[in-house]
């Protein structure tokens, strides 16, 4: 990453544009529930208790996973680097009768919060945006002992997502660099104890429809959150992709860097 820090600038323009062209409508309960079009989400939070515990979320974004936390009963802080996103998260979290302390700053400077003070932190589609040693690093001073961190990032060595990335100029910054191998080992050593779980490989065929048979501009539309608003008519195939991408995983262990996402679930 830039020494500069221009990159900062340049994420918290294309947030702050996408803010204001996004007709925000909260993402149903069940998508994090059910984890067919959210199953990094599943896997990192199943059988997790968030009642009281205080949580930080890095990069909340509109604030779906932030008022998620907080119905679930946690203490949650949440910031973004755009403060049109943050803006848009306070008004849905007043509309869903929760409360959360929002604040506008950048993941790599969480000096806005004492040291020892989270349970859990949540970092999602985020670090392979900014300096990823910087972010882990802060993470490591504001988790309490015992307390964990939570992310998911999309990986680099598909060669039809890198393909997808090079078309969707618009909607991602020059400056992204997706996981690889080494910034994964690297996450996990940081920590003492660590779990990794690879997703979407034979579920990116819905990558492909969207694009040769429905025409979808992936420049305009952001494919993700399109499978995950139209979970339920893409339920069947997203529970049988999800099934068969983890028995191929146990057989052929190669074919994990071929996915799109990886989570990682470490604790401090």
């Known amino acids: 990453m830039s020494e500069n820090k221009d990159y900062l600038e340049r994420e918290k323009e294309i947030h702050d544009t996408w803010a204001l062209e996004n007709d925000y409508k909260l993402f149903n309960p069940d998508s994090f529930e059910k984890g067919l079009s959210l199953p ?15 949580v930080l979320d890095i990069g909340c974004g509109l604030g779906e996973s932030s008022i998620f936390f907080a119905k679930k009963g946690a203490h949650v802080s949440a910031i973004d680097i755009s403060e049109g996103v943050i803006e848009k998260g306070r008004e849905k979290a007043l509309e869903e009768g929760v409360k959360i302390e929002f604040y506008v700053t950048n993941g790599e400077d969480l000096s806005l919060f004492e040291d020892n003070t989270f349970d859990y932190i949540y970092a999602a589609n985020l670090l392979h945006h900014l300096a990823i040693d ?10 309490v002992k015992g307390g964990s961190f939570f992310s998911w990032d999309p990986i680099a060595y598909n060669p039809v997502i890198n393909i997808y990335r090079r078309l969707a100029t ?11 191998k080494k910034d994964i080992s690297n996450i996990c050593n940081s920590f003492s104890k660590s779990e990794v779980k690879f997703f979407w490989l034979t579920g990116l065929l819905i990558f492909l429809k969207f694009f040769l048979i429905d025409f979808k501009n992936p420049s305009k539309i952001r494919y993700w ?3 995950v608003e139209e979970e339920e008519k893409y339920s069947s195939f997203l529970k049988i ?23 990682i679930r470490v604790t401090k």
Do not use: C, G
């Open 225 to 227: 959150k399109k499978i």
């Open 40 to 54: 990094e989400f599943n896997w990192l939070f199943k059988d997790i208790d968030f009642q009281n515990k205080r």
């Open 170 to 180: 618009a909607v991602r910054t020059i400056d992204e660099h997706p996981l690889t």
């Open 134 to 143: 910087e972010i882990i690093k802060e993470v490591n001073l504001k988790l």
């Open 241 to 263: 992709s999800h099934n068969i991408d983890q028995v191929l995983f146990k057989f052929l262990p190669v074919l994990k860097y071929l996915t799109w996402n990886v989570a």
